[in-house]
């Protein structure tokens, strides 16, 4: 039982490149989130999804794009990469509840040059 | 709106003496969810403890325990017989009923160090 996994672990981006971000979680979670984590601050939610084929946009959507098409995995992808978008990016998962657990990948550090 | 605030941006304690990590919340709704994580310098972030708001007993995790007053609002963390090991951030959050992405919101944390 691996968990939630997150590749890569650290990239460099240049300036308006493109990336995907991947997360696989094994424990057969309906909710999957992506967060933000910049120098200093607590972790600020980008995209969620309640189930494959449904996502939503978090407090911090712009430039980020998500898709989910299976329950185990939710890749996010970066288009036209920004300095902005430098930061680190955890995945989670959990069932539904507020009682529940949300588990968390070991996060992408990501720097955009 | 819900929020969290963690007034403490940098904690310190002597190993084996007890500490204090604040946190107050603010939301109207009357079923919610009180979390605290753990991260490291390794980066990974590690759940501790959890406490819901129809909880009669304050929550406890081995050395960890959750102060939790309703009536103020506040969730403060105490961890016992403080290690080495357990200098870290500390980020508390909070999950809402009336939010049905059942989203985490996070403070800004408090990073604690702990000296021999």
């Known amino acids: ?113 | 709106a819900q929020k969290i605030t963690q007034t403490q941006p940098g904690m310190f304690v002597q190993e084996k003496e007890a500490v204090t990590l604040d946190c107050t919340y603010d939301t109207s709704d009357p079923s919610y969810g009180l979390f605290w994580y753990k991260q490291p310098s390794s980066g990974e972030m590690i759940f501790l403890i959890y406490q819901g708001s129809y909880d009669q007993q304050n929550a406890t995790e081995g050395r960890y325990s959750l102060n939790f007053q309703k009536a103020r609002k506040s969730a403060n963390l105490v961890i016992s017989a403080s290690q080495l090991g357990d200098s870290a951030m500390y980020f508390c959050a909070m999950r809402s009923s009336l939010d049905n992405t059942d989203k985490l919101i996070f403070g800004t944390g408090t990073r604690l160090q702990v000296f021999p």
């Open chain 1, 1 to 113: 039982n691996a968990g939630v996994t997150q590749t890569p672990k650290f990239r460099i981006l240049k300036i308006g490149q493109s990336m995907t971000l991947q997360c696989t979680q094994d424990m057969n979670h309906n909710y999957m989130y992506w967060y933000r984590q910049d120098p200093g601050m607590g972790l600020k939610l980008i995209y969620y999804s309640v189930g494959a084929g449904i996502t939503d946009k978090g407090e911090v959507p712009n430039g980020y794009n998500v898709s989910r098409s299976t329950t185990e995995d939710f890749p996010l992808r970066l288009e036209l990469a920004a300095p902005s978008q430098t930061s680190v990016y955890f995945c989670a998962s959990s069932e539904r509840g507020i009682q529940e657990t949300q588990y968390f990948g070991p996060g992408t550090r990501l720097l955009v040059l």
